[in-house]
């Protein structure tokens, strides 16, 4: 089974081609530039990996939470990729990818929100057990208290030195902090479809856990 995925829900951004759950090539990509990137990307990777569209099974992007921006464009660009090969598109949650590659009993896996904020989850032996939430740092901290847990995503890579400074000794660090994640989720399309899922490429929603900038100057305007 091909699967061909793409992550640009983080400044990490990447894209991957795996084949049997073994990932092939996987690459960085610019996440301020998604808009010009795309599909051109995900072409040069297939390219440089001797495949072609026509060799993909199952198409697989992150769903978020992350940039909004990067979510929708990485979204909409896989999805017209499988309509047109007629394939499934699976979705994964870019906290279970970063958990997965954690591979910790406790992971807290932080994505930046920017605005001093993180979108944060709380995996346990491999369940989520607490998020997913947008919150400010410290007070996510002051929650984790109590028992080791490993950090992972932008967003403990960028807040690394509170949270040691917060948690001491119970707080480790992935290896890297921030990884690129495209490779990880095929790995997690390929299981999700050998499982049977196979869902069409409308089905895929974001995972937004903060309203849009839009939305809130909407409602703002509409309560004036």
Do not use: N
């Amino acid at each position: 089974m091909v699967v061909l995925a793409l992550d640009t829900t983080t400044r990490a951004g990447s894209c991957a081609l795996a084949r049997d759950g073994v990932v092939l090539l996987e690459q960085s990509s610019d996440t301020a530039e998604h808009a010009s990137r795309l599909p051109r990307d995900l072409m040069v990777l297939l390219d440089e990996a001797g495949a072609d569209l026509a060799s993909v099974d199952v198409f697989a992007v992150a769903t978020g939470p992350g940039s909004f921006t990067g979510l929708r464009i990485g979204i909409a660009t896989m999805q017209g990729l499988a309509f047109a090969g007629g394939k499934p598109l699976i979705g994964v949650s870019t906290f279970d990818a970063l958990a997965r590659e954690a591979a910790a009993v406790r992971t807290a896996t932080w994505i930046d929100a920017w605005r001093g904020e993180v979108y944060a989850a709380v995996y346990e032996h491999g369940s989520v057990t607490r998020g997913p939430i947008v919150v400010h740092p410290a007070d996510e901290l002051d929650a984790l208290r109590g028992g080791s847990t490993r950090f992972i995503g932008d967003g403990a890579a960028i807040y690394r030195e509170q949270i040691a400074r917060t948690l001491g000794d119970q707080a480790t660090f992935a290896t890297p902090v921030s990884p690129l994640l495209a490779g990880t989720i095929a790995r997690l399309a390929d299981e999700a479809a050998r499982r049977g899922e196979g869902p069409p490429p409308h089905a895929i929603r974001p995972l937004y856990v903060r309203r849009s900038d839009a939305e809130l100057v909407r409602d703002a305007r509409a309560t004036r």
